[in-house]
């Protein structure tokens, strides 16, 4: 037998469902604005890349972490894409010609401009589905289970850039959504190797992961 419910109470019960309602929408809408959105990566076909030696392994696992580099070239004065696309081909060149691997040692590459290219063929493919990596070349023991990142530059004594700092933050956290890594597993080079890189952008890695804590919501 049913037992019809007091008014007060009906009400009630109406108000709570739509403040529940109201929560939960909410929690969506800021979620939603939470979202990163995907930053421009120019793709080794858009800046002229050689075709790897032999082909990459691709590791069918996540990532874990993000290792930051420097590349210990000379602080250019040129912020254009045409010298990010240069330096992309000049950084192969080094990995191939010189360290005798078989494509660019990094993951992905971002320019003294802010511009951010693929480093090795198929990281870019990895990052978007985000469910795979390709195996890397950038630091001894952690080539299958980190993304690594080269930031054009020497930072042993100067800040980069505002629009190449800029950039990495939008990537890292872009990275971060893609692979459900936590910003707390950011790393610079020298936590895995006796190495000055990526210099003073190392003493600028808790900042990088608030900063991008803070844009992943």
Do not use: F, K
């Given at each position: 037998?049913?037992?019809?419910?007091?008014?007060?109470?009906?009400?009630?019960?109406a108000v709570l469902l739509g403040a529940g309602a109201l929560t939960q929408a909410g929690g969506a809408?800021?979620?939603a604005a939470a979202r990163v959105d995907?930053?421009?990566?120019?793709?080794?076909?858009?800046?002229?890349?050689?075709p790897p030696s032999s082909p990459v392994s691709v590791v069918s696992s996540r990532p874990n972490k993000i290792i930051i580099h420097h590349t210990a070239f000379p602080n250019t004065t040129d912020y254009s894409l045409a010298q990010a696309y240069r330096n992309s081909r000049d950084i192969q060149d080094l990995h191939m010609?010189?360290?005798?691997?078989?494509?660019?040692?990094?993951?992905f590459t971002n320019s003294r401009g802010g511009h951010l290219t693929e480093g090795r063929h198929?990281?870019?493919y990895g990052l978007l589905h985000g469910q795979s990596m390709v195996q890397g070349a950038h630091c001894?023991?952690?080539?299958?289970?980190?993304?690594?990142?080269?930031n054009d530059g020497i930072?042993?004594?100067?800040?980069?850039?505002?629009?190449?700092?800029?950039?990495?933050v939008w990537f890292c956290a872009f990275t971060c959504q893609q692979y459900g890594i936590a910003p707390t597993e950011i790393y610079g080079h020298r936590d895995f190797a006796s190495t000055q890189c990526p210099g003073l952008l190392h003493d600028r890695l808790p900042e990088?992961?608030?900063t991008v804590a803070t844009r992943l919501g």
């Open positions: 037998m049913s037992v019809p419910l007091p008014r007060r109470s009906v009400l009630r019960g809408a800021r979620a995907q930053p421009t990566i120019a793709n080794c076909a858009t800046w002229g890349a050689r010609d010189s360290n005798g691997w078989l494509d660019s040692g990094q993951h198929g990281s870019l001894v023991g952690q080539n299958s289970q980190a993304i690594g990142i080269e930072y042993v004594d100067v800040q980069p850039p505002q629009a190449l700092w800029d950039s990495l990088l992961r608030r």
